[in-house]
């Protein structure tokens, strides 16, 4: 699979308690990536994330980015392009997981244990919609002109950690039970994911709404469309409470 730039975008690889956290978009990535950072070591991979991000992570006292460069030895045809050019490969977020298989070893792959996080799509889309915006929080778009502004690879995160649709991770944790999920792959793993003292991004929205109080019929039809894949997969339903 050949990537587009110099970055390559994955988030934790943690050689001594060996696990592999993929990043998906909008399901506490963040936080849950500072709390991971506590456990790595100097060999570790941590990919970079904002200034403001980073601040809080150093505030936290937890590890910052490093070891951004994938090994050469992993590179590819594409990626000796690259390389002529002077452009070295980079783990960065929210890479499929298909391309991290490519950048870590066969015994890596098979052994560490490998997890994300998904979110219910209508809720996940509320979230977006807020981010991405949130430098104009005062005069927001209309939700069905930003959706339909949105690519499918920037709403849906089944690409994240799917290759020819089949899922490649170890677990897909629910973001509707991500303390309980978080504790228990931490029990397995040796180490206590706790992120209940870190709201990355939290700030950026304001309104708590449920989206069903929120979306309007267009947006619902257009968030069924671009994420049907892991609507369907995972049984999320339209479902007002």
Known sequence: ????????????????????????R??????????????CSDDDVITALSDDDEAARAEAGVRSAQNLHVPIRRYGLGELRNLARGERTR????????DVK???????????YVFC???????????????KNRKNADSLPPMPEFFRNLSTLSMSNWSLYTSDNK??????????????????????????????NIHAKA????????????LDQESRSIIEDRCAKEISHFGYQWSPQ
């Open 167 to 196: 899922i490649v991770v170890d677990e897909v944790v629910k973001y509707e039970s991500l303390d309980s999920d978080l504790k228990r792959v931490g029990k397995q793993l040796g180490i206590d994911i706790d992120i209940s």
């Open 91 to 98: 783990f960065y977020n929210h890479t499929p997981a298909s």
């Open 1 to 24: 699979m050949a990537i587009n730039n110099e970055k390559l975008r994955v988030t934790i690889i943690c050689h001594q308690h060996k696990f592999i956290f993929i990043k998906t």
């Open 117 to 131: 996080v998904e979110r219910n799509p209508f809720d996940r889309a509320i979230s977006q919609y807020h981010w």
């Open 26 to 39: 909008k399901t506490a990535g963040t936080s849950i990536e500072t709390a991971l950072a506590r456990y």
């Open 102 to 112: 490519r950048f870590v070893s066969r015994s890596d792959w098979r052994d560490y």
């Open 203 to 214: 700030w950026t929205r304001n309104d708590r709404r449920n989206y069903w109080e929120v």
